[in-house]
């Protein structure tokens, strides 16, 4: 079985840049099948553009754009990419560095998905901030890295705490259908508890109230669609659930510091 040194990825590598806790790659995915194999280091994938299908030893991610993956040092896998053009984010961690972190933080063990919204939107940030590359790059990139890991270890504790069947209930419903205008009431009957409760214990499980919840998901969506340069910006907005392009540009920009033209332009620098 094939072992990865740390910035080897298979693919055409556009950027590499080598830090003293963490090594960021920009690769684009070039092989249709890439056979078991496994890296030496922790690290993250991040779908910025296109389509592949990971698989372990336990599971198989259907990753589109915007899919994060966490993967444990020397975890056995691999890729299929169907056709197309595919690009990916890796952010491989220090094992120093990676271990300090970890000294009392029990949960950030073996390979799984990252759904979080808050921590895909910081991962968007690191893919931007790399692009900046001044000399507050290294950083930021640090303090973003440790708010993720801070941010996944946070998830995965209450993920371990006994929850009620609403809250899995409810993910799906508002992932599923982004562009549905759910009411407080339609909810809470489709989950049968009453309004007052999931108003009250929403924040509870999502770190947000309901509505901040659905507005970030439906940027997450969005920042996912704009590398698609077949959508016009106003099909993104639609299709995400936002009123019109500019209700859509106002909220992009909130949460990423930048507008949907300018991010598709990033994306492009190197397409």
Avoid at 117 to 125: A, E, G, I, M, N
Avoid at 205 to 234: D, M
């Amino acid at each position: 079985m094939k072992n990865l040194k740390t910035g080897n990825f298979f693919g055409q590598t556009n950027q590499t840049i080598n830090l003293d806790f963490a090594t960021i790659t920009d690769t684009e995915y070039t092989h249709d099948k890439v056979d078991w194999h496994y890296h030496d280091t922790a690290y993250f994938t991040f779908i910025l553009d296109g389509k592949v299908i990971e698989g372990n030893k336990k599971e198989v991610y259907n990753c589109t754009a915007g899919t994060l993956l966490f993967h444990n040092w020397q975890d056995p896998h691999y890729n299929i990419k169907p056709k197309g053009y595919t690009r990916g984010f890796y952010i491989e961690l220090q094992e120093g560095w990676f271990n300090a972190f970890k000294q009392g933080h029990g949960n950030l063990q073996g390979s799984f998905e990252v759904a979080s919204p808050d921590v895909k939107f910081l991962f968007y940030k690191l893919f931007k901030e790399t692009k900046i590359s001044d000399g507050l790059t290294p950083l930021n990139t640090e303090a973003m890295l440790l708010q993720v890991l801070g941010e996944m270890q946070g998830s995965r504790l209450t993920d371990a705490k006994q929850k009620p069947v609403w809250v899995s209930t409810i993910r799906e419903l508002l992932h599923d259908d982004v562009a549905r205008k759910f009411t407080l009431t339609e909810l809470a009957v489709m989950l049968n508890v009453h309004p007052a409760h999931l108003s009250r214990d929403f924040s509870k499980y999502f770190g947000c109230n309901l509505g901040e919840y659905i507005r970030k998901i439906r940027v997450q969506r969005a920042l996912s669609l704009v590398p698609n340069t077949n959508l016009s910006l106003t099909d993104i907005a639609l299709t995400c659930g936002f009123a019109d392009q500019s209700h859509f540009t106002r909220s992009f920009k909130a949460f990423n510091g930048v507008n949907a033209m300018q991010y598709r332009q990033l994306l492009s620098g190197q397409r």
